[in-house]
């Protein structure tokens, strides 16, 4: 027989047991389709095909679009904050680690430009009525981990002002703001990646520090 069941490869794959890697498969499909046809466009109905499934059989695994979105987002903010946590783990000077947490944010951006995409653009555009406290959590505490690096510097008398949360916002959207563009626009004129990420890094931490520190 060489029907269509047996030429595709997803199809009736997965025994008892198996449902974690049909799962996976589904994130990684949404992902795909979230980003190079839109969020909006993008239906279960659209998912299960690219997978060979039925949308019956999705729906056994997720209940909504919105959820495959917001477990997309979940596993993103899980990895940022166990990138940042290590970075306070390292027990460098406050200064150092600051600059170190502002380099590993924006490389984590870059080394994941799908997650990061859906996690901080389509997400933030989006009114998804199903957020969960628990969905929230997440990035808070990612946000958090970084707010405590920047607090390190200005608990150590190394910045121009005290305001931790003030500094933390304008560093983030700084950080935020170029790896979107990278990502967005890729196709600009960019300065050779290490030094832009490093000269970028350099001037935020130039402009935070207090003259003789």
């Known amino acids: 027989m060489n029907d269509e069941r047996q030429s595709h490869p997803l199809l009736g794959r997965k025994k008892k047991g198996q449902g974690s890697l049909r799962r996976a498969e589904i994130l990684d499909a949404a992902k795909q389709l979230f980003v190079e046809e839109g969020y ?7 998912i299960a ?11 056994v695994y997720f209940p909504d679009k919105e959820a495959i979105l917001l477990e997309i987002c979940d596993a993103t903010f899980t990895k940022l904050i166990q990138e940042l946590d290590s970075v306070r783990r390292e027990a460098t000077p406050p200064l150092d ?14 080394d994941h430009p ?7 653009v389509t997400r933030g555009s989006k009114d998804l009525h199903s957020l969960k406290p628990e969905n929230e959590k997440l990035g808070m505490q990612a946000f958090a981990q ?6 390190a ?23 935020h703001g170029l790896v979107s563009l990278l990502i967005l626009k890729p196709d600009f004129r960019w300065a050779e990646l290490n030094s832009l990420i490093s000269g970028h890094v350099r001037m935020l931490i130039d402009g935070v520090r207090k003259k003789g520190q």
């Open 40 to 46: 909006a466009a993008t239906t279960i109905r659209r």
């Open 49 to 59: 095909a690219k997978l060979g499934i039925s949308s019956t059989a999705l729906y």
């Open 97 to 110: 680690a600051l600059a170190k947490c502002l380099e590993r944010y924006i490389r984590f951006g870059l």
């Open 114 to 120: 799908h997650e990061y995409e859906l996690t901080f």
């Open 146 to 151: 970084f707010t405590d690096c920047v607090d």
């Open 153 to 175: 510097v200005v608990r150590a008398g190394l910045t121009k002002t005290p305001d931790t949360h003030r500094l933390t916002q304008q560093l983030w959207a700084a950080i």
